[in-house]
Nanobody
Framework: QVQLVESGGGLVQAGGSLKLSCVAS????????AAWFRRAPGKEREFVAN????????TYADSVKGRFAISRNNAKSTVYLQMNNLTPEGTAVYYC??????????WGRGTQVPVSS
């Protein structure tokens, strides 16, 4: 069982930046693909970005492309999400997830990111 704990959320003004972190409770984090999803108030959960286990490939939702960057440090069992030029539409709970072959079996509890206009 892999536990994921997100951190780094908090209130930010539109146009600002924030970096989220997610630490996994496993020394074999390099086995897992990882991703970030988010759920805005009153909306369904949506994909934000993912990264393969060796950082060889990343994918982004069109809504964040060019503004967000996902990265990871397998030695620290951590995946990051750098968010720049945030907009109020980015207000959401952000969730970290990990799995093998992009089947995301493990989820964190989320971290809130309110973006004020």
């Amino acid at each position: 069982q892999v536990q994921l704990v997100e951190s780094g959320g908090g209130l930010v003004q539109a146009g600002g930046s924030l970096k989220l972190s997610c630490v996994a409770s496993t020394r074999t984090f390099s086995w897992y693909d990882a991703a970030w999803f988010r759920r805005a108030p009153g909306k369904e959960r949506e994909f934000v970005a993912n990264i393969t286990r060796n950082s060889g490939h990343t994918t982004y939702a069109d809504s964040v492309k060019g503004r967000f960057a996902i990265s990871r440090n397998n030695a620290k069992s951590t995946v990051y999400l750098q968010m720049n030029n945030l907009t109020p539409e980015g207000t959401a709970v952000y969730y970290c997830t990990a799995g093998i072959g992009s089947v995301y079996n493990y989820w964190g509890r989320g971290t809130q990111v309110p973006v004020s206009s």
